[in-house]
């Protein structure tokens, strides 16, 4: 995991975790370097030795690298792009653009939701071993085999049924209706477009039924 992905993140799970509902609207530059995610509270999660390292990502961050979020207006995202390109950047270009908005890419809200990516793809853990019930002893008789009843072990997966919220993936309480997720403050209510209420899917950006453009 690079260091932006991990600024990016650190960025969704602090909003997740006190205010949802602002993943999805947009964000000024300004509150999101002086109250959001400062310097001072993530540098140890980013693992940002300085405050121009960090700025640097906040560049990138806001100028579209790796597709994470989008900066408006134009202009100002023409700026930051030119800028993080430079050779010498000028990171005091965050402050003077404070007013500008940073919109946060949908599918990668979901994907920073879920595990971390080093353990989606950690290899299983070994089966312990399982000592044999009989022990071959030399008699001339035959040993009787064991019923293939008993070898067989009863196991059943609590979870496997449990509903999962569509966004972070959280396992969802079983027996009561669920309006909001409680890992990650999601509404769970199927998505319709809010022209003609049809149902619509999440990273759709127009409603299939009548040609709506839907909510980022």
């Known amino acids: 995991m ?16 006190t205010d949802p509902a602002r993943l999805h609207q947009p964000i000024l530059l300004h509150d999101l370097q002086t ?5 001072r509270a993530i540098r140890r999660t980013v693992g940002v030795e300085s405050s121009e390292d960090y700025e640097m990502l906040l560049l ?37 653009l404070g007013e500008a908005t940073l919109v946060l890419s949908t599918e990668e809200i979901a994907y920073a939701l879920g595990p971390e990516p080093e353990s989606s793809f950690a290899p ?18 035959a040993v009787e085999e064991p019923e293939a009843e008993e070898l067989e072990v009863e196991g059943h997966d609590a979870g496997a049924d449990s ?19 409680p890992h990650c403050g999601a509404n769970q209510r199927e998505p319709r477009c ?16 009548c ?4 909510p980022r």
């Open 35 to 39: 109250s959001i995610i400062p310097y």
């Open 2 to 17: 690079t260091d932006l992905e991990r600024l990016f993140r650190a960025l969704v799970q602090r909003l997740a975790g």
């Open 211 to 214: 040609g709506a453009a839907l």
């Open 124 to 141: 299983p853990a070994p089966e312990p071993a399982v000592a044999p019930r009989f022990v071959a002893t030399p008699v001339a008789h």
């Open 163 to 181: 509903p999962h919220c569509i966004y972070c993936g959280g396992t969802l309480p079983l027996g009561r209706t669920v309006n909001f997720c």
């Open 194 to 209: 809010p022209a003609c209420q049809s149902a619509v899917e999440l990273g759709w950006r127009h409603c299939v039924s």
């Open 60 to 96: 990138h961050l806001a100028a579209g690298e790796g597709g994470f979020a989008r900066t408006e207006p134009a202009k100002a995202r023409e700026r930051l792009l030119k800028e993080s390109r430079s050779a010498h950047p000028e990171l005091g270009l965050l402050g003077e």
